[in-house]
């Protein structure tokens, strides 16, 4: 088993290395050899990349990896189609790598570490891909979404199609031009897409650049002028900090797009169960972050006050998750996550290992979680542990 990962591990760096190199050769191999770049091909070029990138925002990543939203089938499989055609290999792939991101951000366990450097973010990770040194994290709910399913069946055929067939086609049937279509409109274009994206790991966590309005519980920054380039993506800090929102531009100067998109995709039907954190709570993430700026203590699950709550023994915590409640405890306080469960950020999975367990250790020390995970928790306290009992765990 450990050898079939390590082979598939071998096999799929090799595939990023493949990509990585051709893409710029062919571009440069055609731009040396005269190959010229028509007006028509590069309104195509522009078209795909932006499509092709909003299908990544809204869909790799804001769609299957943080399950923002639900895609009705028809926007599912475009999506993924136009995602595809992009290089950025499968959803399950991509939603592996980021997931992991998120959950073990700025860590030894980080797919990519910002505290590499920018190298290592934008490029370097994947030149050198290792993903035995990621964190685990949980896809499972991908195993039931038939769109993943049916790309990783044709995932060759597509990724042929709608990487290099498709614009060199269109060039070569719609004004005549086969060259300019296979260099400027697969290999230049996918090189600048690859870019988009990955500006989006390097600056948008890097120290020189944007500002953090909502949290330095990890590097992520908000740089909005390069929004604009990445259909919304480096308005990053709130996205770090409130990862499930659909949203990661709020004011009109962060330019979102993909966030208008889902927007319209909703009034369409296309689009629904839109995920937004209220205001309440952006403004107290913001309000926590002035605080801790001016070097005040914020608001943390640790030192809040629970003397409140009522009391249950450790054997009716476990009594009561085995009848069905989705409890967990963590510093002795019981909390109910039942409405939340479906929406973790990290996938359901890693709270279902620890209903009726005590998660102290997974909640502080395994998983890099923000003052609003603290805050979603809080909402959800019933009970204090009596401590005589919560030893037996
Ligand atoms: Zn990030
Ligand atoms: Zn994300």
Same mark, same amino acid.
């Given at each position: 088993m450990k050898s079939e990962l390590a082979r598939d591990a071998l096999r799929t760096r090799w595939i990023i290395r493949f990509s990585l190199i051709t893409t710029p050769l062919t571009a440069a191999f055609g731009i040396l050899s005269g190959v010229a770049l028509r007006t028509e091909t590069a309104l195509m070029v522009l078209v795909l990349h932006v499509v092709g990138g909003l299908a990544i925002t809204t &869909?790799?990543?804001? !769609?299957?990896?943080?399950? +923002?939203y639900r895609a009705s089938p028809l926007l599912g499989y475009a999506l993924a189609l136009l995602g595809t055609g992009q290089g950025q290999l499968s959803i399950r792939w991509w939603v592996k790598h980021h997931r992991a991101h998120h959950r073990y951000? %700025?860590? %030894?366990? /980080? $797919?990519? @570490? #910002?505290?590499?450097g920018f190298y290592h973010t934008h490029i370097g990770w994947l030149l050198s891909y /290792? $993903?035995?040194s990621w964190g685990r994290v949980d896809?499972?709910? !991908? @195993? +039931?979404d038939p769109i993943v399913l049916w790309q990783e069946r044709y995932f060759w055929y597509i990724t042929a199609c709608m990487m290099v067939v498709f614009p060199t086609a269109v060039a070569h049937f719609g004004w005549n031009d086969f060259k300019g279509g296979f260099v400027y409109g697969a290999g230049a274009r996918l090189w600048i897409s690859f870019n988009s994206t990955w500006f989006v790991n390097s600056i948008a966590h #890097? *120290? =020189? #650049?944007? *500002?953090q309005p909502y949290s330095s519980h990890t590097s992520a920054r908000n740089v909005p002028l390069l929004a604009l380039f990445t259909g919304g993506e480096s308005n990053h800090n709130f996205h770090h900090t409130? $990862?499930? /929102?659909?949203?990661? &531009? !709020?004011? =009109?100067?962060? *330019? @979102?797009i993909s966030r208008y998109l889902i927007e319209l995709w909703s009034i369409f039907g296309l689009a629904s169960n839109l995920k937004a954190v209220s205001p309440t709570e952006i403004e107290r993430a913001r309000r926590g972050q002035k605080q801790k700026q001016q070097q005040q203590q914020p608001d943390t699950l640790e030192e809040?006050?629970? *003397?409140d709550l009522p009391s249950m023994s450790w054997a009716e915590f476990v009594l009561q998750t085995n009848s069905g409640y989705c409890l967990v405890c963590i510093r002795g306080v019981v909390y109910d996550l039942a409405d939340f469960i479906s929406d973790h950020p990290g996938g359901p999975a890693l709270i279902q290992d620890f209903i009726g367990k005590d998660a102290t250790e997974a909640f502080f020390t395994d998983n890099a979680h923000s003052a609003y995970a603290s805050s979603l928790l809080k909402a959800r306290r019933t009970a204090l542990v009596t401590p005589s009992e919560n030893s037996g765990r």
């Open positions: &869909g790799y990543h804001r !769609l299957w990896a943080h399950r +923002s951000v %700025d860590t %030894d366990r /980080d $797919p990519y @570490d #910002a505290r590499r /290792d $993903p035995s896809v499972s709910d !991908l @195993d +039931s #890097a *120290s =020189w #650049a944007g *500002s409130f $990862p499930m /929102d659909y949203r990661n &531009g !709020l004011y =009109w100067y962060e *330019s @979102d809040s006050d629970f *003397s």
